[in-house]
């Protein structure tokens, strides 16, 4: 068990709909990060969040949006679904804002029908 | 910009085999660190090594062992008597600051 809960584990939803996933991250640790691995793309950095506050974006499409709340849990909202959505969705969490190496969650794979 | 390169994308051994997994990066970071991954079938990410940019001893730990080679950008990882559970996709990355740039990944497979 690395620390990093992600839930749901597995998701259907159809075209057009909206999800969003949750991630709480290892005790103490205040950044979170979010990634995404599709047949397409391979494993690509979506966003990272730091004690709240968002502190780098990668290859996040804009229907896509994060938060992290007070109690450092995450959100990754994603909307207007579509089919090349379908991925294995990871979250990680790590202690500092710039910390080199960060233990992930067991992902949300996300299926889009 | 960071890249993480995995050239091969299947691997078939015999369990016993020695195999080595091949991964180049390219940085302008100095200062940067390199990771190996492994994801079983079951599809988390299981951290196996990270090595900072300024050592380049090799590491070993049992039968896994890491040759980091800075004047090549080559971070290679070898499985020493493969074992039909070594069986996964393994996956190099580069750290900067703030994110792991990721290879395509290697997918092994061990034949009992």
């Known amino acids: 068990d690395s620390g990093v809960t992600q839930t749901p584990k597995h998701l259907i939803t159809a075209t057009g709909q909206r999800v969003t996933l949750r991630c709480s991250p290892r005790?103490?640790?205040?950044?979170v990060y979010w990634y995404q691995q599709s047949l397409d793309q391979g494993l690509q950095f979506l966003i990272q969040?730091?004690?709240?506050?968002?502190?780098a974006k990668g290859n996040i499409l804009e229907r896509f949006s994060a938060q992290q709340f007070p109690d450092l849990h995450s959100e990754l909202n994603l909307s207007s679904l579509e089919l090349g959505d379908s991925a294995l969705y990871f979250c990680a969490s790590s202690v500092q804002e710039t910390n080199y190496g960060y233990t992930f969650g067991s992902g949300t794979r996300l299926t889009v029908v | 910009a960071q890249k993480v390169t995995q050239a091969q994308t299947e691997i078939s051994v015999v369990e016993k085999e020695d195999v080595t997994l091949d991964c180049v990066y390219e940085?302008?970071?100095?200062?940067?660190?390199l990771f190996w991954y492994k994801q079983p079938p079951s599809g988390e990410l299981v951290f196996l090594i990270r090595r900072n940019s300024f050592d380049e001893q090799n590491e070993i730990s049992g039968r896994y062992s890491w040759n980091f080679q800075k004047s090549t950008s080559s971070f290679n990882f070898t499985i020493t008597a493969s074992q039909v559970v070594d069986s996964a996709v393994y996956f190099c990355?580069?750290?900067?600051?703030?994110?792991?740039?990721f290879g395509s990944g290697t997918q092994l497979t061990v034949l009992p």
């Open positions: 969040y730091y004690n709240g506050e968002e502190r």
């Open positions: 990355a580069l750290g900067s600051a703030r994110q792991l740039t």
């Open positions: 005790s103490g640790d205040l950044s």
């Open positions: 940085t302008r970071d100095t200062t940067y660190y």
